[in-house]
């Protein structure tokens, strides 16, 4: 099986990094291997010390999927502002955002709205299930997820059985624009942060959150700061005392946390945002189950 070295100057945590709650399609072994379907592969890998073990891809897919290509600590050290985020960024060193596949990314973030992790790693599964195709691993069978033609290819009742609720017409909605998601994806690639935010706020159920979780994970725009209830409870907590993170966020506050983090952390502040989800143990804001609840875009 291959291998990957990694760099003794550039920290790398796969656990941190596929745990954290921006990936959606990911499961840890009990032998902490990571299974995973990213596009059209199925990924098996693990890490001890500072090697990778892997299979399923080449190594150059590994090293983009995982922005092993990044300067982790450069970015580290312009988004090291403060004492909050020092200590974040100590306890949580080699979290790395990761290359997501943009018409999977957006789907995710659609039926993310209101719903705790389990319920959307649940929908985005059952989506792929039904309209994606089967992929065979190590006696196994995984799904790839379908491009947006094959969603609407039965109708908007096809996705019924999905059990995706109110999100149900946005899925619908947002694949019946779409169509072709390679031809959409490079389209928003190619805009700057604040076009590209409002082109995909006009896809049916996107909103402010949504449109920033998809420009971070699948775009690369790492000035996009997206603002769930966590993100508000500390902001409110550490850096904006003002706010009142127990009333309904109004779009001007969420512009004002935006337009603050983008102010204090920089040119990635959107790194600066997993390093703070990852370090919001002292917040507790609304949950079900234990698990972090994602804040509505309405």
Known sequence: MPSLTLRTDQPFDLDATLSCGQVFRWDRTADRWWLGVVGDR????????????????????????????????????????????????????????????????????????????????????SIAKKYGEAVEFHDQVFYTFPEPSAIICEGHDGLTECRLGYRQPYVFGSSSLVTDAKVWSESIRRLPYGEARRELMNLHGVGPKAADCILLFAFQKYEAFPVDVWIRRIMAEHYLPDLSPDAPMTTREYDLIRTFAREHFGQYCGWAQEYLYAGRDGSKPHSAGGVPVWESDS
């Open 42 to 125: 199925v990924l098996r890998i693990r890490q001890d010390g500072n090697r990778l073990t892997y299979t399923g891809a080449p190594v150059s897919f590994i090293r983009h999927y995982f922005s092993l290509d990044i300067d982790l600590e450069q970015v580290l050290e312009s988004i090291d502002t403060d004492r909050f985020i020092h200590t974040s960024i100590d306890r949580n060193r080699g979290l790395r955002i990761v290359r997501q596949p943009p018409w999977e990314c957006t789907i995710s973030y659609i039926c993310s709205t209101n719903s705790n992790i389990p319920t959307i790693r649940r929908r985005i599964a």
